[in-house]
């Protein structure tokens, strides 16, 4: 007796259509075998027969809509013909993936509960089919008799004993290139994929109607359309599913947003109520308030942006070690472990960059289980395609999978999972596999037709596989990205995963829904101009309810406060704690220590040598046993702590290490004995600068990210500071991080031994251009003193956005006692330190920074006994500083000629003291030269202009000229210059110090 085959239980789906019929009346069709294709959304659904037999009505055609109960066909001879109801019951219950414990490794997930082996067809090298069909059978039932993991377990003791037998392994870098999750083991989306499709549509044409908005106005504005058409859907299953805002109950998941893709940020937050029409209008015109930024910038938006990310690459190690020290907090016991997670999207391209894949190893090594890569995979980049000869994801996946971490792909959307189904002869992978990026870039480009010829065409089963479908048909196959099904599988098994990060790899299409104007095409990134022609059908193909006159106006689509959009869309993320991404803190500040914590530096050392390295150790030991300061440090070191003085503190507070110590460490007897310890607060970071600047950061920005304000020290070689991690610098200071960078070995020609690549003479110019960063360059232990509280005392009792470098120099010297009343000198930048009045006859200022003071120091006593010139000796604690107040003080003179002129502090200290200025620093004379105009007066700077190279610190300064010797016989030549001595004096010390005035410049040398 015939009986009716009818849609089961498909969820919040109603009307939804049939777009394929894979049976006709006659034909027999086993259990499971596919009646129909169903498309709801973007996603299809094939309907399975729930009994064997033979198919005698067909109740539906192409374009019919059903809902769950419509009857499809009917079927005789079946032991049970159509059960809506209990039949997928059944299914779910034989189909649960079954979770169990690895019993090899503890990667395997749920989503690892493969149920098909894909096995190739026969080939040639294939001797024996029916026993590799044996195998391929039995693996098969051991998954559906003991589940995947059990399978997982006997393949891996298979490959163990052929790699004893000395058999060649399999290449195992990679998987087939198919999704990761098969469709049974999805995890369904629980939302309202109608609504979520429109809401879709209107950030789309949002965010693309902003872009091609600001350059009607000005084609200087930019912008960019096709990235975030490529990731919509990828942001927006997190946004309406995952991402848990921050709030006083929570901490908030971390998401970095890939840089470019703002406009599609922007686009949401719009409908969510949060950004104005004028605020979108306003996109990349900042000039004047209330525009928007180009891209992720927390120092342009403070209350929106929380990451900055489109220098590519920076993301992705920021990520990481964000994630890496959301773990110490926890393991410190600072914060709560509350399952947050750490998102980070990236494009494909940006993954060539060193810092995007250069810390994965460590992101698995820590099992950095709290973050989720997401890589949107759209196969292009700027130019052209990432990998046109080769496959991204593929390359990807390796990476990643050599790495640990846990891989999921998502090529493939929905409507293939039917094809893969069908597909009974492994061709299908093979043709998937087989294909490039640059083949794949050209089918999204080119339509249905070209697909059926060049993709399925290759094999003869393959063409006939689709032989049904038409060219609209194959067209409509669609990509893992732009799945929202696919896309929330993928999201709910991350979230699930544990002991190691995930990645997700996404295929997508650049330039999703922009048609002809730059879907696919090599040229879709740069498009930011949209004709009438390109918005109307953009409109028409996301369905965007505008008319052509709004179109083109290129009007914004917002549906009213109370439709079902606005009200599904907000109701997601009222679920979820609020909007997503906005920067707050409700950090409580750090009480700046006592002044007298520092009293022991205040003091002369007599004798007593020490550089100013190692009396900044000291200090940071002092500030140890401050109760509210002592937690929050947090000393950042490259594989220099040794180098710095710093083992100390291994056993004092323990090195950070998540597994804690598994070892005896073979110096256990010693104090300094290497301490790794789960709560260790030093994070010693290795070799690896970005690391350890990017762990900076993140806890530079703790008190944004975790509310919880921090204060890291990050020491490290002064050449491998900002010129290496420049980039980082500023994004530190665009993300206002609050923390001290310490240049230690720092200067030209203290560091004597090390040679070219060592020696640096310009970290203060490149941290000078950073606008928030305070630099200095003390000399002795009381400036450095006055300086590091100061620097806590702004940034973490008052919590000034700021950061602060310091150089720190390992020439030993005494440290006299500080002069009284020269704190403020100090912080401002100068001070008076000495005069040398004895004579009372000519006088020279001379200004000296870091370790070449004392080299001024002793000049102006020779300059004093032996030429009878009298001096002022300024110690210049920050040429930086000076040059900002005197830059402030000339621009409102400029701004207030009628009013009395202002005097730059320069200018205050200087004014009424005789003489010419020598300047002298181990930097470059552009350090010095900084402070030229505001000082009124014959200026001459002395620096170490040229490369380092190795020698003793005497010949190193008498090489670059700014030694005791050749800084006396400058001074005196400059007052020759300026007729206050006779020309002779000055020449006999050229003569006397045997100054070579045939010596090359040392910058071409
Ligand atoms: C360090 C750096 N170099 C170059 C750029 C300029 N740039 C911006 S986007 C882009 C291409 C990005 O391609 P991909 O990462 O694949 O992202 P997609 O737009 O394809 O999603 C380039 C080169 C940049 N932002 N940062
Ligand atoms: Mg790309």
Redesign the pocket.
Known sequence: MAQNISVPDIGDFKDVEVIEVLVKPGDKVNKNDPIVTIESDKSSIEIPSPSSGEIKDLKVKIGDKVSEGSVLATIENGQVASAPKEEPKKESKERKPVIEKSKTNGNLTPVKQVKKIFSEPASKDDIDPIETNEWIESLNSVIDNDGASRASYLLNKVIDQAYKSGLVLPDTRTTPYINTIPPEAEVKSPGDQNIEKKIRAYIRWNAAAMVVKANKKSSELGG?I??FA??ATLYDVGMNHFWRAKNNKFGGDLIYF????APGMYARAFLEGRLSVKQLDGFRQEVNKGGLSS?PHPWLMPNFWQFPT?????GAIMGIYQARFLKYLINRGLVRDEGRKIWVF????????PESLGAIGLAAREKLDNLIFVI????????GP?RGNGKIIQELEGSFRGTGWNVIKVIWGSYWDQLLAKDKTGLLVKRMNECVDGEYQAFKAKGGSYVREKFFGKYPELKELISSMTDKDIWRLNRGGHDPHKVYAAYHAAMQHKGSPTVILAK?I?GYGMGKSGESINT??QQKKLDEKDLLYYRDRFDVPLTDKQVKNIEYYKPKEDSEEIKYLKDKRLKLGGFIPERTSFARQIKAPPKDIFEAFMKSTGKKEMSTTMALVRMLTALLRDKNVSPRLVPIIPDEARTFGMEGFFQKIGIYAHEGQKYEPVDSEQLSSYREDKSGQVLEEGINESGAMSSWIAAGTSYTNHDLEMIPIYIFYSMFGFQRVG?LAWAAGDSQARGFLIGATAGRTTLAGEGLQHQDGHSHLLSSNIPNCVSYDPTFAYEMAVILRDGIKRMHEKKENIFYYITAMNENYSHPEKPKGCEDGIIKGMYLLRENNNKGKTKIQLLGSGTILREVMSAAEILSEEYGVDSDIWSVTSFNELRKDGMKTERWNLLNPNEKRRKSYVEECLEKRDGPIIAASDYTRSFSDQIRPYTRKAFYSLGTDGYGRSDTRKNLRKFFEVDKEHIVAYTLSALAKEQLIATTEAEKAIKKFKIDKNKEFPTNL
């Open positions: 960019h096709g990235t490529s990731a890939q840089g470019h893709s891209y489109v220098s590519m690459g920076l990236l494009g494909d391209g940006e993954m060539d960059e949107n995979c759209n196969l292009q980049r700027l130019d990432v997508t650049k879709t990134h980039d």
